[in-house]
């Protein structure tokens, strides 16, 4: 039996109104937090680690600070190789808009400008199968939203080149051989693979799974990539990419003379070309 004082009693009394007197023992209500402050404590600390600072980034040797110095000095600003260099230094993990990669868009002369010039007859805005010249099925091609005419909107690849889009990831799933062509028999086999149960379909969640983007790399401290310091050397030297800007559409391509591989002939783009057209295909050396 707990026995109290008049003044205990006094005491007990308003702390069983605050509500933090059990059992006769008692603490201080300062030192103990009700479940509402514990919450907002706990919503206030969920809501910083969300939005808080990114990693502290790893800092530079000296030789690459030095490089890194006299690259900015040297790029002009919104340039290429700047934009690379910048987004190296704020630890960018490389994804499809960052750095030279987010200005890699697709041009081309035959764009909607170009077909509105030459088929769109009556001048509306669009052009019919009836005035397309071509055959049915580049039609078809050509008519990405299937609405069966052309409008600029077919001609709106936008984004970045690198951007992985669903039916980029599905081509190059389904392209085993990689020669930009998906025949019947390597959707045949996409299909097998992404059915693991043999079920003998697909299911809606096997296909978001399958085709679900790369989720984004927090900026910061990198683990099993290449740190700052080597990326920045590296685009100093140029193997990571040239640092002059690349040609633009319509401009001359610039000559080159390049070793066959395994050949001791070498070509040279100004001696090759004739009244045909040059494709030009390079691969990457990684």
Same mark, same amino acid.
């Given at each position: ?8 009693? &006094? @005491?007990?009394?308003?702390? $069983? +109104?605050? #509500?933090?007197?059990? /059992?006769? !023992? ?55 190789? &700047? @934009?690379?260099?910048?987004? $190296? +230094?704020? #630890?960018?993990?490389? /994804?499809? !808009? ?39 099925f580049r039609f078809r091609r050509l008519d990405r939203d299937g609405d069966g005419v052309l409008t600029a909107a ?12 669903? /039916? ?119």
């Amino acid at each position: 039996m707990n026995v109290f004082s008049p003044g205990r009693l &006094r @005491l007990a009394a308003a702390l $069983i +109104l605050a #509500g933090v007197f059990t /059992g006769g !023992n008692f603490e201080a209500a300062a030192q103990k937090p009700t479940a509402s402050k514990r919450d907002a404590a706990a919503k206030r600390k969920s809501k910083r680690k969300q939005s808080g600072k990114p990693a502290k980034l790893e800092p530079l040797s000296k030789e690459a600070q030095r490089v890194a110095d006299e690259l900015q000095k040297k790029l002009p600003p919104k340039s290429e190789a &700047r @934009l690379m260099l910048d987004a $190296i +230094l704020k #630890g960018s993990r490389m /994804g499809p !808009n960052d750095g030279w990669f987010g200005v890699a868009k697709g041009k081309s002369r035959f764009g909607w400008d170009y077909v509105a010039r030459s088929f769109d007859r009556n001048k509306d805005g669009k052009v019919t199968s009836r005035e397309f010249p071509g055959q049915p099925f580049r039609f078809r091609r050509l008519d990405r939203d299937g609405d069966g005419v052309l409008t600029a909107a077919d001609f709106d690849t936008g984004g970045s080149a690198f951007s992985m889009s669903p /039916g980029s990831m599905l081509f190059s799933m389904a392209d085993r051989d990689g020669n930009g062509h998906v025949t019947k028999k390597e959707f045949e086999a996409l299909f097998d693979s992404l059915d693991s149960g043999r079920r003998g379909f697909l299911s809606l969640d096997d296909l978001a799974g399958a085709l679900k983007p790369p989720s984004k790399r927090p900026r910061g401290k990198r683990s099993g990539g290449p740190s700052r310091s080597t990326l920045v050397l590296s685009l100093a030297r140029q193997e990571l990419g040239a640092l002059p800007p690349g040609p633009d559409l319509n401009d001359k391509a610039p000559d080159f003379t390049l070793r066959i591989v395994n050949d001791l002939k070498k070509v040279t783009l100004s001696k090759e070309i004739g009244d045909k057209p040059v494709v030009l295909i390079f691969g990457s050396f990684t």
